[in-house]
């Protein structure tokens, strides 16, 4: 028995390298690479706009330019939609460094039919309440942006593009970066998943400089709405569906108004 222990003493230590845990951006790390991705995102999209702004002819006027550039459906339609890749080249560059897989690291896993149809239903209760809200305070139910935006991709043959704009590449943008990448940096730090919610919630509304205090605040509402079903049902893609259908009923709701005015 001395005899084996000592052989087992004298036995050399393992060559095989330990392996990192993969490890979570907290607070301050998820705060500065969310203003990376949110300078790639700007990027992305100001990039069409300064490229229809290159091909303006005639026009002495760059500031007047600028603004029927920035105000036209097709630019914000194409300029949403180039944001998409530049947010996912930062959110991958940001989440290599920590060795997570990017999939984990996003809650990009699939949910159950029950949790969708409880999502949707909560959705539509919220916004709905919001609209009555409106209609009470003798307010448009539709923003006035969304109405001038869709009449524009209208004119412009880019009512498609408008869509795919709206209920697809902006919400998958705006969910992989707020309810992905901010809620779960800022959940597994001091904050804490409610503190998360809030946080996350109030960037994301801050991304939808478009709008006036009234639709702030339902754009806030929804927020925390789709924060907490991403923290109770854990999956992203859950939230990126409610948005997508959320933005898809709203240019369905501005076509309706558009085209009965």
Same mark, same amino acid.
């Given at each position: 028995m001395d005899s084996l222990n000592t052989d087992l003493a004298a036995s050399p230590p393992s060559l095989i390298p330990v392996q990192r845990?993969?490890?979570?951006?907290k607070f301050w790390g998820t705060a500065f690479w969310g203003l990376i991705v949110f300078a790639a995102m700007f990027a992305g999209q100001m990039a069409v706009v300064g490229w229809f702004l290159l091909r303006?002819?005639?026009s002495i006027d760059m500031a007047a330019a600028a603004i029927r550039v920035v105000g036209g @459906?097709?630019?914000i339609s194409l300029s949403v939609i180039t944001g998409l890749p530049a947010v996912l080249a930062a959110l991958w560059l940001a989440i290599r460094t920590t060795g997570t897989p990017f999939a984990e690291y996003l809650a990009l896993r699939g949910t159950s039919w029950i949790n969708f149809i409880i999502g949707t239903l909560a959705l539509a209760a919220l916004v709905i309440a919001w609209d009555g809200l409106s209609r009470a305070a003798g307010r448009e139910v539709a923003p006035g942006f969304m109405t001038d935006v869709l009449r524009s991709a209208r004119a412009d043959g880019?009512?498609?593009?408008?869509?795919?704009?709206f209920c697809v590449a902006a919400p998958?943008?705006?969910e992989l970066f707020a309810r992905g990448f901010l809620y779960r940096g800022w959940s597994e730090s001091s904050l804490g998943? @409610?503190?998360?919610?809030?946080l996350s919630s109030v960037v994301w509304t801050s991304l939808h400089l478009q709008y006036d205090w009234f639709f702030f605040g339902e754009v806030f509402s929804i927020g925390l709405l789709l924060g907490y079903l991403r923290?109770?049902?854990q999956s992203t893609w859950l939230t990126i569906f409610l948005h997508g259908l959320n933005n898809l009923a709203a240019v369905g709701q501005t076509m309706l108004i558009a085209g009965s005015s």
């Open positions: 845990a993969p490890r979570i951006w303006s002819e005639g @459906g097709l630019t880019a009512l498609w593009l408008l869509v795919v704009a998958v943008s705006e998943p @409610g503190g998360a919610i809030l923290y109770r049902y």
